[in-house]
């Protein structure tokens, strides 16, 4: 099993330049959720979804949208990049919301120029 | 919604010693507390964990302990070994509610070990 993986890496947007962070997982987890971790600040949820169809925001949401393909995928939109999104951006998947052990995938480091 | 506190920031021990890590949480319906060790340039992971109806939990030389009634719970390593070197994040988790599942974590404690 491959775990929780994530795609880019690494990227660098220009400001107001879009992307999208991808994240998919194989351990059949049910709840998927989008952290920026950033000096100093430890990690705070953007997004998540605690069951394939649902979505709801988290602490700084603003800025970012995102889409749970399926049950394995859960992809992070930025729509107009800005110079204070520049992070490092974790996926994780829980099995159950409840069940609390979050496996985290390996993030994606993003710089807005 | 939840509030963790987690002091030091940074901590610097000798090889041997000991380290204790604390953390305090606002909401008394949080009943799980999991410890994350992040090292240089990698992912978060689940080092221990703790809930609720547990006041102390122990995996060779690492401990948590947990005091619901303070609301505040502690880290502690002992016997130090250089490769303890990382960031450690405490959270908690409220078990009820729309917010059941998230975590909410603290802000970290850079430990160095020294050899």
């Known amino acids: 099993n491959a775990g929780v993986t994530q795609t880019p890496k690494f990227q660098v947007l220009k400001t107001g330049q879009s992307m999208t962070l991808q994240c998919a997982q194989d351990m059949n987890h049910n709840s998927m959720y989008w952290y920026r971790q950033d000096p100093g600040m430890g990690l705070r949820l953007i997004y998540y979804?605690?069951?394939?169809?649902?979505?709801d925001k988290g602490e700084v949401p603003n800025g970012y949208n995102v889409s749970r393909l399926n049950k394995r995928e859960f992809s992070l939109r930025l729509e107009s990049a800005a110079p204070s999104q520049t992070s490092v951006y974790f996926c994780a998947s829980t099995r159950l919301a409840g069940e609390n052990e979050q496996f985290f995938g390996p993030g994606t480091r993003l710089t807005v120029l | 919604g939840e509030n963790v506190e987690q002091h030091p920031s940074t901590l610097s021990v000798q090889e041997g010693d000991s380290a204790v890590i604390k953390c305090t949480y606002s909401d008394s319906a949080s009943n799980y507390f999991p410890w994350y060790k992040q090292e240089l340039g990698k992912r978060p992971q689940l080092i221990i964990d703790?809930?609720?109806?547990?006041g102390e939990k122990k995996d060779q030389r690492i401990a948590v302990t947990l005091n619901k009634t303070a609301k505040h719970f502690s880290l502690h390593i002992t016997e130090t070994q250089p490769e303890d070197s990382a960031v450690y994040f405490c959270?908690?988790?409220?078990?009820?509610?729309?917010?059941?599942?998230?975590?909410?974590f603290g802000r970290g404690t850079q430990l160095t070990v020294w050899p």
């Open positions: 979804s605690a069951s394939e169809g649902t979505t």
């Open positions: 959270a908690a988790s409220i078990g009820r509610g729309s917010t059941l599942g998230r975590l909410y």
């Open positions: 703790i809930r609720s109806n547990v």
